[in-house]
């Protein structure tokens, strides 16, 4: 139930943005598709600060890793089987 109220808050108040600069909602597409994308980069944003607060590295392997495939909606890296062992392996990072 939480998350649904905290849905609708962030809702009314990206409303009052739109609001504001004059955009109609529902946006035209480009508009619309273009602040989702700015919702997501900016949702990832958080990942690398709480990593660098906590005096953990932040690589730019991580980041492909970690905070891409949430932007982009595309499969992160998979396990590769490897041909030798027949048995599944990590990537390597």
């Given at each position: 139930m939480k998350l649904y109220l905290v849905s609708l808050g962030v809702g009314v108040l990206v409303g009052i943005i739109y609001g504001g600069l004059g955009v109609r909602s529902p946006a035209p597409p480009a508009v619309a598709l273009i602040g989702l994308l700015g919702m997501l980069i900016g949702e990832q944003v958080v990942p690398p600060?709480?990593?660098l607060l906590a005096g953990e590295p932040v690589s730019?392997?991580?980041?492909h890793r970690e905070c891409v495939p949430k932007i982009t909606g595309l499969p992160g890296p998979v396990a590769q089987t490897s041909k030798d062992e027949g048995k599944t392996e990590a990537p390597k990072t």
């Open positions: 600060v709480k990593r730019l392997v991580w980041f």
